[in-house]
């Protein structure tokens, strides 16, 4: 597979990608080794994203997926971890062309440079069903919130998706219940351009009672995009990682409605850290629909959005980026991903769970245990399960 | 009157200040001019403030108000309307003593020394009915807002007046129907202590819908307040000088409820300029009764207030004062006061009206040209319409 010929590669990219791509062997080449680097690592893989950024994304192939050793302990990990799945990337593709959805890499005149602010969590592909060209508009605003959203809650998503769809703006969510599900109806009403962003892959649509909602997405002016390649199933890790790759693909962030610990807070922070617009829609201090939003006014400074010129004028005001800090929220997920709550681990087990060198994974462990997620015992480091 | 002996001055303040008061010669003459000042003024008349600071209130009197002549056009034109007013005072105290009202003034234990931050703006007496020991509260809070209130705003009144008072704070407000009252009555019904302020006179309860409710108030651990004596009925002038009145005497103001254009947004203001803690209760984006907190949030800075932990917290966290900003806005409603829509008037005929310098007023008259408040033509100033 690392060694295939410029012919086996158009062969396993027919239909995946533009006729431009095919005929470039060097384009055809980047293609596919983003692919696999996309089939093999999960979202927000630094180590991988920083292997790649050294040596190219060709040359990273055979550095860590090729025969050969290497003293580094975080990339030894990461080699283990990225070998294991490389059976899977011819899966993938076929699964991928079954559906009709097409593969952009960074470089691709379609790949949305904003995801690039996530340095080397940035993705190392998209996987998208539909008009890819909708990725890079001019004007993206996210409209994202709770599940379980209140008849208000949907009456001023509808409002707003309408309002800036019709001024433009492309509107995109994360294609669940409630709120975001209305973003995207409420878009499509006005042949408006909707992106949906799925965690897990884009032949299998998530939820199952949007199956035929995702199916219009893709079928109108829109597209049904994930990171993940074809055939992958969403995992609390790929909601939270998908839920930085929302605000990473928008200008602004607006939540609409979300209880105290929504994961729409979770969007909301990434937006924040990359220096993204971030707006909350404030609602009766009686709703705890809205409870998420009023903490997004107190804490993380969100300008309270009323109307859609409030959200107008949200996409024309972003702040400098800040994606070091983004880098830095998701390196400290993946250590706790990396922790078990029963039984202790020292530091350098860790470190190779996790994917980080010993001296990064003494840092992160320090954070986590200032902020009450981690705790260390005499036999090691514990994850401290959360109040909620 | 100027020339009141010491056997004179107690028997007009006899039931109004204090014993003490009456047995100290040199307190009665001060209570006693200052209750001058306070019937021959408008709320908020900087040219006599200035005057009693620099002679002291007593022969300020003298030299405000005696036959002596001067060559300064805002002194002159002061005199000429305090003068006018002389005959008032006798019939004030007489009503205030009818109604068990009792004069306080700047000095007295009992002086709010909060409302001093007002500097030449400040009142130049206070007249209470009920406990006047609870102007001087640790802990006092403006809960405020619209007339026209919904049922969620006199709700969450409800709830915050009810929490707090519990909590020791003392509740302001400003006894008209909506927020106002809900705030007075829901303390009243936890035997918490509460502050209303009027625009007009204390023995003139407004509304007259309330006049019970005002009654209940001057008889609980509360007070009924104002800086306009007995007799006086409020205008315009009156309710905006009144709302900085409520910003002076609370450590923090929240506005519960409030329309676009809402007079709450002035008190709010007040608050902002004084360096009170502002906080405003969202509500829902399809009320226009909320429409004037979300502007708070968004264009005051005012803090999301939801809960009585918000509004507590709120109590602890002021910045320091500004007082010199708060009399800048009052002078510029003073100016505009002296301006007519349709006569040009000559600078120096608006200083004369408005009781400003003619320097100083070239400034205010170019801020509100600014503005767009105010337009300069060939025959002198006019008054723009505002287009509310």
Known sequence: MLTASSREVRAKLTGLVTPEVLDDDGA???????????????PGDGVAGALIAECGVIAAVEAGLGSGGTTNAALEAGRRRW????SSVEDALDRARHVGARLLV????????????????????????????????????ALVGARAATGYGEHVTGELATHLSRRGATIVSGGAYGIDGMAHRATLAVDGVTVAVLAGGVDR???????????????????????VPCGTPPTKWRFLQRNRLIAALSDATVVVEAGWRSGSLNTAGHA??????????????????SAG???????????????ADDASELLGAQSPAEPVTSGRTDDRTRVLDALSVRSPRE????????????????????????????RRGPEGWRRVTSPS
Do not use: K
């Not at 649509?205 to 893709?218: E, F, M, Q, S």
């Not at 530091?347 to 981690?374: H, K, N, Q, S, T």
């Open 28 to 42: 055809a080449a980047r293609h596919y080794a983003h692919a696999i680097w996309s089939c093999v690592t999960e």
């Open 83 to 86: 070998q294991a799945r490389l």
């Open 106 to 141: 960074p470089g691709n005149p379609d790949w949305p440079v904003r995801v690039d602010d996530l340095g080397v969590h940035a993705p190392r592909a998209l996987w998208a069903r539909g008009n890819v060209a909708s990725l890079a508009g001019d004007s993206a605003l």
């Open 205 to 227: 649509p998530y939820p199952a009672g949007h199956a035929d909602l995702l199916g219009r997405i893709a079928r109108g002016p829109g597209v049904v995009v994930a990171e």
């Open 272 to 289: 924040a850290a990359l220096g993204r617009a971030l707006g909350a829609v404030p609602g009766p201090v009686t709703s705890a629909a």
């Open 293 to 307: 939003c009023h903490r997004l006014l107190r804490e993380y400074d969100a300008r309270c959005v009323t109307s």
């Open 347 to 374: 530091p350098d087990d860790v470190a190779r769970r996790a994917g980080f060198g010993i001296d990064e994974i003494r840092g992160l462990l320090a954070i986590l245990e200032l902020d009450g997620r981690a």
